[in-house]
């Protein structure tokens, strides 16, 4: 096979989304001459979703260059916005931001507007997000979205929609937020993104579903992910995800077994090679189950693997402390969490487990308080 045909080969597996046969294609055509950026950026998405994280940044990083060279500085621009997201997932934050600064840097020297820009505004969102700061996080995320809307742009506009909705379920504007993310989930559904945008949205939707208990949503969206990574046999992305949302699910129904199944599943999965961001996750589902199903040692170091991951592994461990009676450091525990819950969802997922324990302590008064104060 000649390496034009092996372009052409990789080109036509990866419409199709064969990812492995696309990924194996364009190696080969790019050990016979160098890709073009284009066909880099698409090598760059199959290793990606084949879950080879560190392959497919040097691939953006290459990517990224050529563009360089050939004076595209909006498309530079973009690759090295993937790079950076990517770095930060992988908990490289410092590199990461490196790079968001010189995408910005050659934005500016752009001198006008450009899609990118919305992208950039992508990780500020989140950032302010998740560090307390909801109602910034939701105006950044809607000016992404007025950016997308400007240039066409559905990958954007999706991500930018579930970012608004997540800000919003945060500043307890519920009904509104879960519109938002519905709506970001019938660009997924009906199949108007990108596949790495369609895994970021959809577990980000069912997150936020978990976050407010919206176990029905949670369940639906969940099946739909179930659905769309068994449709692409080679993806390897996201599907650790999945495992930890079909066992959440199947954990909150009772059906413990089948749970404990799907969560020792993502945790092998996620933590080989190396650990991916949602492997805390899913040592957290497992410690949850080993906790209910009475198998305390297991629970605890199920719950450490969290830890060590980066994933709270709260409140859960002050439960393990009351089922193994020790109530003293159960009830330390759980009023520190309470105290450091700040906003509505992150009291809800707690004041289940406050109340259990404060009347085991017999603190009637502190239990019956805790919704309102």
């Known amino acids: ?22 990924h194996a294609h364009f190696l080969a055509a790019d050990r016979d001459a160098p890709l073009d ?26 990517a990224y260059q050529e ?19 990517e770095l930060v997932g992988q908990g490289q934050a410092a590199q990461g931001n490196g790079w968001l600064a010189r995408a910005r840097r050659l934005l500016d020297e752009l001198g006008r507007e450009t899609v990118v820009h919305g992208y950039l505004l992508i990780p500020e969102g989140i950032r302010a997000t998740v560090t307390g700061d909801p109602a910034r996080g939701h105006a950044t995320f809607a000016d992404a979205a007025a950016i997308g809307r400007r240039f066409g742009d559905t990958d954007l506009t999706a991500a930018a929609r579930q970012g608004m909705g997540r800000a919003l379920i945060k500043m307890g504007r519920i009904d509104v937020g879960v519109a938002l993310l519905d709506e ?20 980000s939707v069912i997150e936020g579903c978990h976050e407010i208990f919206d176990l029905r949503r949670a369940q639906e969206w969940t099946v739909a992910l179930s659905d ?44 080989h090679p190396v650990p991916k961001p949602a492997a805390g996750a899913a040592y957290c589902q497992r410690a949850e189950l080993h906790r209910l199903r009475g198998e305390f ?27 193994q009676r020790d109530v003293n450091a159960a009830v330390a525990a759980i009023r520190r969490v ?36």
């Open 1 to 22: 096979m000649t390496a034009e045909d092996a372009l052409q080969q990789a080109r036509a597996c990866y419409e199709r989304q064969a990812w492995r046969e696309a």
């Open 37 to 62: 950026p284009e066909d880099l950026v698409r090598l760059a998405t199959c290793a990606y979703l084949l879950g080879s994280e560190s392959d497919s940044t040097q691939l953006w990083s290459r």
């Open 67 to 85: 563009f360089q060279q050939r004076g595209d500085a909006e498309r530079a621009a973009l690759c090295a916005f993937r790079v950076a997201f």
């Open 184 to 203: 970001a989930m019938v660009a997924v559904t009906a199949g108007e993104v990108s596949p790495i945008v369609a895994g970021e949205v959809y577990c």
């Open 228 to 271: 769309w990574c068994e449709r692409q046999p080679d993806l390897v992305a996201y599907r650790g995800a999945c495992l930890v949302r079909r066992a959440e699910v199947l954990r909150l129904y009772g059906a413990w077994e089948e749970a404990l199944d799907e969560a020792t599943r993502a945790c092998e999965r996620l933590t």
């Open 297 to 323: 040692a297991k629970a605890e170091d199920a719950y450490r693997h969290a830890s060590e991951l980066s994933r709270r592994a709260q409140p859960g461990l002050a439960l393990l402390r009351l089922a």
């Open 338 to 373: 309470l105290e450091e819950a700040t906003d509505q969802a992150g009291r809800s997922r707690v004041l289940g487990a406050y109340v259990e324990i404060m009347l085991a302590a017999d603190e009637t008064a502190a239990a019956r308080a805790a919704p309102t104060s």
